[in-house]
């Protein structure tokens, strides 16, 4: 069996594909990523033709940003929310759903996509951890609601009644991802842990890996090609997220 040393340097090396012995896990907790929306139509974030080969971060997704130059912020999450408004789940996300209805144990979802897909499949135990671009956030009282129209800066809060407030509900560069204490017990008390269309360069979800190894969890990368962390996986499987994902999702529940 080829498990790589938590403590080794990362190699690009894939390791060799592992089955499992799936029947034995209890508690899966499942990181996704943009690779898994790139097949609905969304476009992923850091490939070489994504959206941050596009727009400068520092331009359109700082809290900085927002403040220097607001309506450059909103149209930039206004032309994300267009897109998102019509896009629909594809088998991976699909398979992710099916597995959470009926495999007999837990599992959780913790996306960094902040597209709609994965609720769209009818995944239920869900956490946004970068926010939902279909919903908007009141800077001044807080106050979250969805929103599928474009935000503007004469939007009045239906909460507090304070203009110009109204900004997309996600989390900027800067920021701290939402429900890190649920996401980090969660991975503590995992027995397994599938990274799913991610390319492990954008942290804390890079660092989710170690902390599921650490809590003794079989780690599985299934990815378009090896990631940055690959290195850290104990099992890897590399092709489209609309295949490889529904044949592990089906050999996990039915062997
Ligand atoms: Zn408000």
């Not at 499992?20 to 499942?30: D, H, N, Y």
């Not at 769209?120 to 869900?126: D, F, M, Q, Y």
Request: hydrophobic share 45%.
């Amino acid at each position: 069996m080829t498990v790589p040393n938590a403590a080794c340097k990362p190699s690009h090396k894939p390791p060799r594909v592992i089955i499992s012995a799936m029947a034995a896990f209890q508690r899966i907790v499942i990181l996704t990523g943009a690779g898994l929306s790139a097949e609905s139509g969304l476009s992923t974030f850091r490939d070489k033709d994504g959206i941050w080969a596009k727009h400068r971060i520092e331009d359109v997704a700082t809290p900085q940003a927002f403040a220097r130059d607001p309506e450059a912020v909103l149209d930039f999450y206004n032309s994300r929310r267009g897109k998102a408004r019509g896009v629909k789940p594809n088998a991976a996300h699909q398979a992710l759903a099916r597995l959470e209805a009926e495999f007999a144990g837990t599992v959780l979802t913790v996306t960094q996509n902040i597209d709609p897909l994965h609720e769209r499949a009818g995944t239920k135990n869900l956490i946004h951890m970068h926010g939902e671009i279909l919903q908007a956030l009141c800077a001044h009282c807080g106050a979250r609601e969805p929103w599928e129209k474009d935000l503007s800066l004469d939007l009045v809060c239906g909460a507090c009644r304070q203009g110009g407030g109204m900004c997309p509900d996600v989390v900027w560069f800067g920021e701290m991802p939402y429900r890190m204490e649920e996401i980090i017990a969660a991975l503590a008390a995992c027995d397994l842990f599938l990274s799913i269309g991610t390319s492990g360069s954008v942290y804390p979800a890079a660092s989710f890996v170690a902390q599921a190894r650490g809590a003794g969890a079989h780690t599985v990368e299934l990815n378009l090609e090896p990631s940055e962390g690959i290195s850290m996986f104990a099992e890897a499987v590399h092709g489209k997220a609309s295949q490889v994902v529904p044949a592990y999702v089906e050999t996990l529940l039915n062997g």
